[in-house]
């Protein structure tokens, strides 16, 4: 079975733009969630997704949006870009909520 | 607040020898515990978990130890290989907030 995949790998973005990032879980896996990770820091919980509607949300600014697709597909947008959000972005997918989270190799962004 | 916390930042172990990584975490409300390994440029990957009704769970060369009284987790790895060296999570969960609280990783470097 395929694992999560995350699109894409790398980007470099500058100040003031956004940025949409994608996850597709393992299959069959109804829930999403996405964590920032800094050096230094541990995971910064973002949000979680499960049957398309938004679970839970960690404590980031609104600028961090989600959404979640009826194929289970995610993506989050961030706008307005700061230096600060530079970091690597995981996506994890579990069957259901409360259940075991793998993850993916992340997106790395770089804000410039 | 809710944390997760690691002891050591940075665990040096012989090759051959056991390696032993701790946890505290502070929420006496979590009751589902996991250990990820994250190697460089890769996402966190699942090890070990333990559900807050057991004390111990064994897999390959892997065990968790869970201490509720003093909220402490612990990872031991037998016989730790080169292949093991990698920053290590912990992470707790509690039901019903539907969310996971990791870490900040411990480094595991093995010595040849």
């Known amino acids: 079975k395929a694992g999560v995949t995350q699109t894409p790998r790398y980007l470099i973005k500058t100040r003031g733009q956004q940025v949409t990032l994608s996850c597709s879980p393992i299959?069959?896996?109804?829930?999403v969630s996405w964590y920032q990770q800094t050096p230094g820091q541990g995971l910064q919980f973002l949000f979680e997704y499960f049957s398309e509607t938004q679970r839970n949300k960690g404590n980031f600014p609104g600028r961090f949006s989600g959404r979640q697709f009826s194929n289970s597909r995610s993506e989050m947008n961030v706008s307005t870009l700061e230096l600060g959000d530079s970091a690597l972005y995981l996506c994890a997918s579990s069957l259901f909520l409360g259940e075991t989270q793998y993850f993916g190799p992340g997106t790395r962004l770089l804000v410039l | 607040g809710e944390s997760v916390g690691l002891h050591l930042p940075t665990l040096s172990v012989q090759e051959g020898d056991n390696s032993i990584i701790n946890c505290a975490y502070s929420n006496s409300a979590s009751d589902y515990f996991i250990w990820y390994k994250q190697e460089s440029g890769k996402g966190p990957q699942f090890i070990i978990d333990i559900r807050s009704n057991m004390d111990k769970r064994q897999g390959q060369r892997v065990t968790v130890l869970l201490n509720k009284t003093v909220k402490h987790l612990s990872l031991q790895i037998a016989a730790t290989q080169p292949g093991d060296s990698a920053v290590y999570f912990c992470?707790?969960?509690?039901?019903?907030?539907?969310?996971?609280?990791f870490g900040t990783g411990t480094r595991l470097k093995v010595l040849a």
């Open positions: 992470a707790d969960y509690t039901s019903g907030t539907y969310k996971y609280i």
């Open positions: 299959s069959g896996h109804r829930s």
